[in-house]
T-cell receptor, first 114, second 115 residues
Framework: DGGITQSPKYLFRKEGQNVTLSCEQN?????MYWYRQDPGQGLRLIYY???????QKGDIAEGYSVSREKKESFPLTVTSAQKNPTAFYLC?????????????FGEGSRLTVL | AQSVTQLGSHVSVSEGALVLLRCNYS??????LFWYVQYPNQGLQLLLK??????LVKGINGFEAEFKKSETSFHLTKPSAHMSDAAEYFC?????????????FGTGTLLAVQP
Protein backbone atom coordinates (compact mmCIF):
# COMPACT_ATOMS: atom_id res chain seq x y z
CA ASP A 1 0.00 0.00 0.00
CA GLY A 2 1.21 3.49 -0.82
CA GLY A 3 1.48 5.94 1.98
CA ILE A 4 3.53 7.95 4.42
CA THR A 5 5.27 6.27 7.34
CA GLN A 6 6.37 8.24 10.37
CA SER A 7 8.46 6.81 13.16
CA PRO A 8 8.59 6.58 16.05
CA LYS A 9 4.94 7.15 16.97
CA TYR A 10 5.89 8.15 20.53
CA LEU A 11 9.21 9.56 21.66
CA PHE A 12 10.48 10.83 24.98
CA ARG A 13 13.49 13.09 25.23
CA LYS A 14 15.48 14.68 27.97
CA GLU A 15 16.13 18.39 27.80
CA GLY A 16 19.28 19.19 25.84
CA GLN A 17 19.08 16.18 23.55
CA ASN A 18 18.58 16.27 19.80
CA VAL A 19 16.07 13.84 18.34
CA THR A 20 15.31 12.87 14.76
CA LEU A 21 11.84 12.00 13.49
CA SER A 22 11.65 9.82 10.41
CA CYS A 23 9.29 10.35 7.47
CA GLU A 24 9.23 8.03 4.44
CA GLN A 25 6.79 8.08 1.52
CA ASN A 26 6.30 5.61 -1.32
CA UNK A 27 3.79 7.73 -3.25
CA UNK A 28 6.47 9.13 -5.56
CA UNK A 29 5.44 12.62 -4.49
CA UNK A 30 7.67 15.56 -5.28
CA UNK A 31 7.10 17.67 -2.20
CA MET A 32 7.27 16.90 1.49
CA TYR A 33 6.33 18.96 4.55
CA TRP A 34 6.66 18.99 8.31
CA TYR A 35 3.93 20.50 10.47
CA ARG A 36 3.77 20.94 14.21
CA GLN A 37 0.44 20.60 16.01
CA ASP A 38 -0.30 22.05 19.44
CA PRO A 39 -3.71 22.01 21.16
CA GLY A 40 -5.84 24.96 20.08
CA GLN A 41 -3.26 26.21 17.57
CA GLY A 42 -3.92 24.09 14.53
CA LEU A 43 -1.00 23.05 12.34
CA ARG A 44 2.02 25.26 11.73
CA LEU A 45 4.55 24.69 8.96
CA ILE A 46 8.13 23.97 10.05
CA TYR A 47 9.94 23.12 6.79
CA TYR A 48 9.06 22.00 3.30
CA UNK A 49 10.92 20.57 0.34
CA UNK A 50 9.87 20.58 -3.30
CA UNK A 51 12.87 18.72 -4.69
CA UNK A 52 15.76 16.57 -3.55
CA UNK A 53 18.62 18.48 -1.90
CA UNK A 54 16.53 21.61 -1.49
CA UNK A 55 14.23 22.78 1.30
CA GLN A 56 12.74 26.00 2.66
CA LYS A 57 11.86 27.30 6.09
CA GLY A 58 8.25 27.51 7.09
CA ASP A 59 6.71 29.73 9.73
CA ILE A 60 8.36 28.15 12.80
CA ALA A 61 11.74 26.74 11.63
CA GLU A 62 13.83 27.93 14.59
CA GLY A 63 15.28 25.01 16.54
CA TYR A 64 14.61 22.48 13.78
CA SER A 65 16.64 21.09 10.89
CA VAL A 66 15.83 18.84 7.92
CA SER A 67 17.50 17.08 5.02
CA ARG A 68 16.22 15.76 1.70
CA GLU A 69 18.86 13.42 0.32
CA LYS A 70 16.31 11.08 -1.26
CA LYS A 71 12.94 11.79 -2.83
CA GLU A 72 11.16 9.42 -0.48
CA SER A 73 12.70 10.59 2.79
CA PHE A 74 12.46 13.86 4.75
CA PRO A 75 13.72 13.47 8.34
CA LEU A 76 13.21 16.22 10.91
CA THR A 77 15.71 16.88 13.71
CA VAL A 78 14.44 18.66 16.79
CA THR A 79 17.50 20.30 18.28
CA SER A 80 18.21 21.39 21.83
CA ALA A 81 17.70 24.98 20.62
CA GLN A 82 13.96 24.39 20.25
CA LYS A 83 12.58 25.95 23.42
CA ASN A 84 9.29 24.09 23.61
CA PRO A 85 9.57 20.87 21.60
CA THR A 86 6.76 18.87 23.21
CA ALA A 87 4.17 18.55 20.43
CA PHE A 88 2.59 16.31 17.81
CA TYR A 89 4.59 16.34 14.56
CA LEU A 90 2.97 15.57 11.22
CA CYS A 91 4.72 14.81 7.95
CA UNK A 92 2.91 15.28 4.65
CA UNK A 93 3.59 14.96 0.94
CA UNK A 94 2.05 16.13 -2.30
CA UNK A 95 2.52 16.07 -6.04
CA UNK A 96 3.25 19.44 -7.58
CA UNK A 97 2.66 19.28 -11.32
CA UNK A 98 -1.06 19.57 -12.13
CA UNK A 99 -1.76 19.31 -8.42
CA UNK A 100 -4.98 20.44 -6.77
CA UNK A 101 -3.00 21.29 -3.68
CA UNK A 102 -3.96 18.28 -1.59
CA UNK A 103 -1.60 17.09 1.14
CA UNK A 104 -1.35 13.47 2.23
CA PHE A 105 -0.47 13.00 5.89
CA GLY A 106 1.34 10.40 7.94
CA GLU A 107 0.05 9.15 11.30
CA GLY A 108 2.21 11.57 13.29
CA SER A 109 4.91 11.39 15.95
CA ARG A 110 4.29 12.59 19.49
CA LEU A 111 7.39 14.03 21.16
CA THR A 112 7.46 14.61 24.89
CA VAL A 113 10.35 16.36 26.61
CA LEU A 114 10.88 15.23 30.18
CA ALA B 1 -1.48 37.00 3.27
CA GLN B 2 -3.77 34.01 3.43
CA SER B 3 -5.50 33.06 6.66
CA VAL B 4 -8.31 30.87 7.97
CA THR B 5 -10.70 31.42 10.86
CA GLN B 6 -12.77 28.61 12.30
CA LEU B 7 -15.62 29.84 14.47
CA GLY B 8 -16.17 27.63 17.48
CA SER B 9 -13.39 25.47 18.87
CA HIS B 10 -15.96 23.00 20.23
CA VAL B 11 -19.28 22.03 18.68
CA SER B 12 -21.69 19.50 20.15
CA VAL B 13 -24.65 17.99 18.29
CA SER B 14 -27.06 15.15 18.89
CA GLU B 15 -26.90 12.03 16.78
CA GLY B 16 -29.07 12.58 13.71
CA ALA B 17 -28.88 16.38 13.92
CA LEU B 18 -27.40 18.74 11.35
CA VAL B 19 -23.67 19.35 11.56
CA LEU B 20 -22.45 22.86 10.67
CA LEU B 21 -18.79 23.79 11.10
CA ARG B 22 -17.86 27.33 10.10
CA CYS B 23 -14.80 28.47 8.18
CA ASN B 24 -13.95 31.90 6.85
CA TYR B 25 -10.84 32.60 4.83
CA SER B 26 -8.75 35.48 3.59
CA UNK B 27 -6.81 35.13 0.36
CA UNK B 28 -5.18 37.56 -2.04
CA UNK B 29 -5.41 35.01 -4.86
CA UNK B 30 -8.24 32.68 -5.93
CA UNK B 31 -8.26 30.20 -3.06
CA UNK B 32 -7.89 26.48 -2.94
CA LEU B 33 -9.88 25.39 0.13
CA PHE B 34 -9.84 22.14 2.07
CA TRP B 35 -11.49 20.38 4.99
CA TYR B 36 -9.55 17.71 6.83
CA VAL B 37 -10.63 15.39 9.67
CA GLN B 38 -8.39 14.10 12.45
CA TYR B 39 -9.17 11.26 14.84
CA PRO B 40 -7.24 11.11 18.16
CA ASN B 41 -3.51 10.52 17.77
CA GLN B 42 -3.78 10.10 14.03
CA GLY B 43 -2.86 12.08 10.94
CA LEU B 44 -5.24 14.20 8.89
CA GLN B 45 -7.52 12.77 6.24
CA LEU B 46 -8.96 14.86 3.43
CA LEU B 47 -12.75 15.25 3.55
CA LEU B 48 -13.22 17.49 0.54
CA LYS B 49 -11.62 20.28 -1.45
CA UNK B 50 -12.55 23.23 -3.64
CA UNK B 51 -10.26 24.41 -6.41
CA UNK B 52 -12.38 25.73 -9.27
CA UNK B 53 -15.76 25.03 -10.82
CA UNK B 54 -18.86 24.00 -8.89
CA UNK B 55 -19.11 25.84 -5.61
CA LEU B 56 -20.93 23.04 -3.78
CA VAL B 57 -18.40 20.32 -3.08
CA LYS B 58 -19.28 16.84 -1.87
CA GLY B 59 -16.82 14.79 0.12
CA ILE B 60 -16.52 11.52 1.95
CA ASN B 61 -18.79 10.30 4.75
CA GLY B 62 -21.72 12.46 3.61
CA PHE B 63 -20.04 15.81 4.20
CA GLU B 64 -20.30 18.76 1.85
CA ALA B 65 -19.16 22.37 1.77
CA GLU B 66 -20.12 25.44 -0.23
CA PHE B 67 -17.65 28.03 -1.45
CA LYS B 68 -19.16 31.51 -1.11
CA LYS B 69 -16.82 34.10 -2.49
CA SER B 70 -18.98 37.06 -1.46
CA GLU B 71 -18.93 35.87 2.15
CA THR B 72 -15.35 34.47 2.03
CA SER B 73 -16.74 31.33 3.62
CA PHE B 74 -16.38 27.58 3.17
CA HIS B 75 -18.65 26.04 5.82
CA LEU B 76 -18.80 22.28 6.27
CA THR B 77 -22.17 20.55 6.68
CA LYS B 78 -23.66 17.10 7.10
CA PRO B 79 -27.43 16.57 7.25
CA SER B 80 -27.40 13.89 9.94
CA ALA B 81 -24.60 13.36 12.46
CA HIS B 82 -23.34 9.91 13.30
CA MET B 83 -21.40 8.90 16.39
CA SER B 84 -18.41 8.09 14.18
CA ASP B 85 -18.24 11.75 13.09
CA ALA B 86 -16.81 12.74 16.48
CA ALA B 87 -13.35 14.09 15.64
CA GLU B 88 -11.44 17.32 15.10
CA TYR B 89 -12.00 19.15 11.83
CA PHE B 90 -9.58 21.55 10.19
CA CYS B 91 -10.25 24.05 7.44
CA UNK B 92 -7.26 25.04 5.30
CA UNK B 93 -6.42 27.43 2.46
CA UNK B 94 -3.56 27.16 0.01
CA UNK B 95 -0.84 29.64 0.97
CA UNK B 96 -0.03 30.62 -2.60
CA UNK B 97 -2.80 29.46 -4.88
CA UNK B 98 -1.33 26.00 -5.24
CA UNK B 99 2.19 26.92 -6.36
CA UNK B 100 3.93 25.06 -3.53
CA UNK B 101 0.96 23.27 -1.92
CA UNK B 102 1.75 24.88 1.43
CA UNK B 103 -1.47 25.00 3.40
CA UNK B 104 -2.54 27.47 6.08
CA PHE B 105 -4.69 25.72 8.67
CA GLY B 106 -7.34 27.00 11.01
CA THR B 107 -7.17 26.21 14.71
CA GLY B 108 -9.63 23.34 14.41
CA THR B 109 -13.13 22.52 15.64
CA LEU B 110 -13.68 19.57 17.92
CA LEU B 111 -17.01 17.93 17.11
CA ALA B 112 -18.78 15.93 19.80
CA VAL B 113 -21.80 13.79 18.93
CA GLN B 114 -24.21 13.01 21.75
CA PRO B 115 -26.35 9.85 21.67
Amino acid sequence: DGGITQSPKYLFRKEGQNVTLSCEQNLNHDAMYWYRQDPGQGLRLIYYSQIVNDFQKGDIAEGYSVSREKKESFPLTVTSAQKNPTAFYLCASSILLLSSGELFFGEGSRLTVL
Amino acid sequence: AQSVTQLGSHVSVSEGALVLLRCNYSSSVPPYLFWYVQYPNQGLQLLLKYTTGATLVKGINGFEAEFKKSETSFHLTKPSAHMSDAAEYFCAVSADGGATNKLIFGTGTLLAVQP
